[in-house]
């Protein structure tokens, strides 16, 4: 039995800076809000093919499951939660103003 392919987003860490990073069109962002939602498994994974490519930009990069039920977008599972709150080994960069 397969999976039925799930809206997802292109993720990836910042290749300088190593936030979490999300595809939107073109760019890169770093608010989950702001990532362009596929849903097309076929495009997602050409989208996959061309973000990975950018070896200069980006690194680690996957597809996401995300829920847009209530309008906006939120991460299917508790690591990707995590990660988009930054490092959490001591209070840097996104953690630092929690």
Known sequence: MTKSFKP???TANDLLVGDVVYLNGTDWVRSLSEAEVLTD???ADIRLLEAS?????VVGVYLSPVDTSDGGIE???????????GPSNY?????EHI
């Open 8 to 10: 997802s987003v292109i």
């Open 41 to 43: 498994e076929a495009d």
């Open 53 to 57: 490519a950018q070896v200069a930009t």
């Open 75 to 85: 991460t299917t599972h508790f690591r990707e939660a995590f990660r988009a709150t």
């Open 91 to 95: 209070a840097h960069g996104k953690r």
